[in-house]
C-alpha cells in the first residue's frame, strides 16, 4: 500500500510525459529517503557534519562542563546521554521530513518543482536554527538572574547575622564609650581603676581599722562579700578577674601545677618560666581593652608580664613587692595625669592618658602569711592599705574625677590562721613512690605513676582516713563538686586531698609533724588559704563607685563570684567582652541599702583555734569574736590640726534651699563630703598606729601566694 501511494503522488505516475527534474545538487538541507524510508548513505555524512558542526557552536553549560570534569560518563549518565541523543536525531529526521514532504505536496499541485524551493528550504533551516539557539541564550539569562539573586540573599544574611550579633553584645557599651566628661580642665573618655587587695578578707572591714574602705562603701556599691574561686588562690583567681572564666577554663589551674602535655611545671615564683605566655590560655582585660582602641596601664598584676597574644598593655610595671604604697597611688595618677585623646594640643602617641587602670596590692597577703589574719601586725598593714585608699580618693578629689573616673575595689580571696596542731602528714596516709607530681598547696593534687592502677584504689584508701579524721576530703575528676569548676582541663590532676579550711597537707621531707609537736616547732607560714572558695573565712570583696555605677549611696548588690567583675570592667569601660563564664552586666541591680548592722563584712567569722595556740603577738580575742567596729569611726581618730591637707574646693551645704531637682546631685555631694571628712580625720590616726609597730615587720617583699 505505500509503494501505491509513492506511486501517486510521484512525480511520473502525476504525468507520464513530465520529465523528471533532477534534485538541486547545490542544497546541503534536503535529505532524501530511499524506498524503505531509510536515509540514504550520502544525506547520512551530511547530518553528521552538521550535528559537529552544532556541536562546535554549542556552548556546554557548567552542568555539563562539570559532567564532563567528574567523568560522569557511566551507568545511567551513558543511558542518558544516548537518549538525549536520539530525541535529538529524531527532531531533526522530523524537520526535515515535514519539509520534504511539503516539497512533494507543492510539486503536486504546481505541476512541477519551484526553482524557489531550494531558497525557502534554506530560510526554513537557517529559521529552525535560530528558534533551536534562541531559547538557549534566554535560559542562561534566566540561570545569571537567579545565581546573581543567590548569591545577593547569602550576602545580605549574612550581614544581617553579624549585625544582630554585634548588637545583642556591643549596643549598649558601644554608647556609653563614646560618652565623654569634663572635670573642667580635661575631657576623659570612659576611664575605670581597678585596686586588687590581695588577701583582704571580708569580714577585715569589721575590726575598726578601715575608715576610708569603710566610707567608700557607703558612697558606692558592693555586694556582703564577692565568692573566690577555686581554688581560693593568688594566681588563679587574679586572671580569673580579669577575664571571667573559671580557672578549669582560663588554664591557669593553681600556683604551681604539671602540664602533661608541655611535660612542664608551672610554679609562679619562677618568672621565667610562670610569665611565658603558653601557660595563659585565655585574653584578659588588657588585651581585650587594646584591640578596641582603649589604652591599659597595668601595675604588678599577676600575668601582666606574660606577653599574653597578640598585644601588650600601653604602660606596664614589673613586680616589686617591696614598693611603697605611696607610690602605687602616685603612678596611678601620674598616669591620670597624662594628656587625653580629645585635647586639643598634640600629643605623642606613646603618652597619652590610659582609660582602664588595673594596679595590685600584695602586702595584706604577704603579711598575712608571715603573721597571720588575726595577728597584730596584719592589722597594722590592713591599716596602711587603708591610708593608701585615702591618698588615691584624695587624688581623684583634687582632680574634680570623682564623678568622672570610675574606681572599683577587689580582693581575691581570705586568709585563715594555721597551727602544727592541725597539720596532716601525707606520708602517713599513703606510698609516697607511687607518686610522680604533686600540685597546688595546701590542697595537693596528685599525679600517679600508674594512675589507671593506683587512682581507684588510693581514691577507695584516702577515703577511708578521711571519714575517720573528717580533716580533709578526698577527690576524683568524677566526684568533683560541680560547684568547684574545676575537672575540664589536663592540667588538673586526677586524684586530689583538699584540707578542711585552717588545715594543711604536708610531706614529711618539708615538715615532719610527729617532730614538731614533740619539740614545739611551730609550723610557718601562720597564714593560708587555698580552701573551699564557698567557706566564710575566704570571701573577698568588691566596691564600686563612679558614673557608670549611678547607684544611691550604701546601696547593696547580691552576692556574686568573681567571675562577673570581667563583664562589669568590660562595660564601664565602653567595650565588648570576650566569651566568659559571668552574666552580671551593668547597670548593677541593687537590692536596697547597706544598714548598720548588715554591712558588708559585719558578719562575725570564728578561725579554728587550739587551746595551746596563744602565742605572744596574736590577738586571740579577734578570732573568737571579730572587734565590732563604731558606728563612727572618725570619733577614734584625733581632731585634724592646722597642717592637713586643704580640702578640694566643694560647694557648701545649704539646709532647707534644696529642691527636687538638685536633690540627687546634693546628695552625692554631701556623701563625697562625707568622705572627704572621713579620709581626713583617718589619715594622722592611721599614720600613728602604723608608725607605732613598723619597727615589728619583716620579710617585706615577699612573693604572692
Known amino acids: 500500500m505505500a509503494r501505491e501511494r509513492d506511486g501517486l503522488l510521484s512525480e511520473k505516475h502525476y504525468d507520464e510525459d513530465a520529465a523528471i527534474v533532477p534534485p538541486d545538487s547545490g542544497s546541503d538541507t534536503e535529505v532524501e529517503l530511499d524506498g524503505a524510508g531509510h536515509v540514504r548513505e550520502g544525506d547520512r555524512d551530511i547530518l553528521k557534519e552538521t550535528e559537529e558542526h552544532e556541536k562546535l557552536l554549542h556552548k556546554p553549560s557548567r552542568l555539563e562542563t562539570a559532567r564532563a570534569a567528574f567523568g560522569f560518563r557511566e551507568g545511567r549518565q551513558d543511558e542518558g546521554n544516548n537518549a538525549a541523543k536520539a530525541r535529538r536525531h529524531r527532531r531533526k529526521k522530523s524537520r526535515r521530513s515535514g519539509a520534504e514532504s511539503a516539497d512533494k505536496m507543492f510539486e503536486m499541485e504546481s505541476g512541477f518543482k519551484d526553482t524557489s524551493s531550494q531558497s525557502s528550504t534554506d530560510s526554513e533551516f537557517e529559521g529552525t536554527k535560530w528558534d533551536r539557539h534562541a531559547p538557549r541564550k534566554s535560559h542562561r539569562g534566566r540561570l545569571t538572574m537567579i545565581y546573581l539573586a543567590i548569591v545577593a540573599l547569602f550576602v545580605a544574611l549574612l550581614f544581617g ?13 558601644t554608647m556609653h564609650r563614646l560618652t565623654r566628661y569634663n572635670n573642667g580642665t580635661h575631657v576623659f573618655r570612659p576611664t575605670t581603676i581597678l585596686v586588687s587587695l590581695d588577701g583582704f578578707r571580708a569580714d577585715f572591714l569589721n575590726r575598726g581599722i578601715t575608715p576610708a574602705l569603710n566610707a567608700f562603701i557607703a558612697s558606692g556599691v558592693s555586694p556582703k562579700y564577692m565568692l573566690p574561686s577555686f581554688p581560693s588562690v593568688t594566681f588563679p583567681n587574679h586572671f ?11 588554664g591557669v589551674v593553681s600556683n604551681q601545677f604539671w602540664d602533661p602535655s608541655l611535660q612542664e611545671e608551672f610554679w609562679y615564683t619562677n618568672i621565667k618560666v610562670s610569665m611565658q605566655p603558653k601557660w595563659w590560655n585565655a585574653e584578659p582585660l588588657w588585651v581585650t581593652a587594646e584591640h578596641q582602641g582603649v589604652r ?3 601595675h604588678m598584676w599577676p600575668g601582666s608580664e606574660a606577653h599574653i597574644p597578640d598585644v601588650e598593655p600601653t604602660y606596664v610595671d614589673k613586680y616589686n613587692g617591696s614598693e611603697a604604697l605611696s607610690h602605687k597611688v602616685d603612678k596611678v595618677l601620674q598616669w591620670l595625669d597624662l594628656p587625653g585623646d580629645d ?3 598634640p600629643t605623642q602617641q606613646e603618652n597619652l592618658r590610659p582609660q582602664l587602670i588595673a594596679a595590685y596590692v600584695p602586702n595584706v597577703d604577704a603579711d598575712g602569711h608571715l603573721y597571720g589574719p588575726n595577728s597584730t601586725e ?3 598593714t590592713i591599716a596602711d592599705v587603708d591610708s593608701m585608699l585615702t591618698l588615691l580618693v584624695e587624688g581623684l578629689l583634687a582632680r574634680n574625677l570623682t564623678e568622672i573616673v570610675n574606681l572599683v575595689i577587689v580582693s581575691d580571696h581570705g586568709m585563715a590562721t594555721t597551727s602544727t596542731n592541725r597539720l596532716i602528714q601525707l606520708d602517713d596516709l599513703m606510698d609516697m613512690s607511687l607518686i610522680d607530681h604533686i600540685d597546688g598547696w595546701p590542697l595537693r593534687g596528685l599525679r600517679l605513676k600508674n594512675p589507671a592502677r593506683d587512682v581507684p584504689i588510693l581514691y577507695e584508701q584516702l577515703s577511708q582516713e578521711a571519714a575517720k579524721s573528717g580533716n580533709f576530703d578526698v577527690y576524683t575528676l568524677e566526684t568533683m563538686p560541680e560547684r568547684y569548676h574545676f575537672t575540664q582541663n589536663d592540667r588538673i590532676a586526677p586524684l586530689w586531698i583538699v584540707p578542711k579550711t585552717g588545715w594543711a597537707v604536708v610531706e614529711k621531707s618539708d615538715f615532719d609533724v610527729a617532730e614538731a609537736l614533740s619539740t614545739g616547732k611551730e609550723y610557718a607560714p601562720k597564714g593560708l588559704h587555698g580552701y573551699d572558695h564557698e567557706h566564710p573565712l575566704m570571701r573577698a570583696i568588691f566596691v564600686a563607685r563612679g558614673p557608670s555605677f549611678p547607684h544611691a549611696p550604701n546601696s547593696r548588690v547580691p552576692v556574686f ?4 567583675v570581667y563583664n562589669i570592667m568590660c562595660d564601664s569601660l565602653g567595650i565588648v567582652p ?14 536596697g541599702l547597706n544598714s548598720e548592722n548588715d554591712r558588708p563584712g559585719s558578719e562575725p567569722i570564728a578561725d579554728p583555734i587550739d587551746e595551746d595556740e596563744h602565742h605572744e603577738g596574736e590577738t586571740s580575742d579577734a578570732t573568737a569574736d571579730p572587734v565590732e567596729e563604731e558606728k563612727h569611726p572618725q570619733e577614734e581618730a584625733p581632731d585634724v590640726d592646722s597642717n ?9 551645704e545649704k539646709e532647707n534651699e534644696t529642691t527636687p531637682n538638685d536633690e540627687q546631685g546634693s546628695k552625692k555631694g554631701s556623701w563625697w563630703n562625707f568622705l572627704h571628712e572621713e579620709l581626713e580625720k583617718a589619715k594622722q590616726w592611721a599614720k600613728e598606729f602604723v608608725e607605732s609597730i613598723k619597727g615589728n615587720k619583716k620579710g617585706e617583699g615577699d612573693p604572692p601566694v
Not at 580569673?240 to 582560663?250: C, R
Not at 592637713?644 to 557648701?652: D, L, R
Open 161 to 173: 547575622a553579624y549585625k544582630a550579633s554585634t548588637k545583642k553584645h556591643s549596643l549598649t557599651p
Open 240 to 250: 580569673t578577674l580579669v577575664t571571667g572564666l573559671y580557672p578549669e577554663s582560663h
Open 296 to 298: 591599659s596601664a597595668i
Open 343 to 345: 585635647d586639643e594640643a
Open 378 to 380: 596584719i592589722r597594722a
Open 561 to 564: 563570684q568573681n567571675i562577673e
Open 578 to 591: 570576650q566569651p566568659n563564664n559571668g552574666t552580671l552586666r551593668l547597670p548593677l541591680k541593687t537590692e
Open 644 to 652: 592637713s591637707p586643704v580640702e578640694a574646693p566643694t560647694e557648701p
